[in-house]
């Protein structure tokens, strides 16, 4: 599986919250909010979730290896410095 294209959409006016990503894969797949946060150790990404009853938070879709998410969150946030 490739990942075909990634859309950075840059927000402002938050600490934080940096940008929202759409990155398609093979041009077949798209996950969509995929967040890009700064913390003090850099800017990282979370994957898209929602909130379960008990109030704690849910991936909805998330890399299942350490190797593809280092690999995802590299592009990622090259493509957030170039937009």
Known sequence: MEITDIRVRKIDGNDKLKA???????????VHNIKIIESQNGLFIAMPSRTAPDGSYKDIAH??????????????????SKA
């Open 20 to 30: 929202y990503v759409t990155v398609a894969f093979d041009n077949e797949f798209a």
């Open 63 to 80: 890399p299942i290896s350490t190797a593809f998410r280092e690999k995802l969150q590299g592009l990622i946030i090259e493509a957030y």
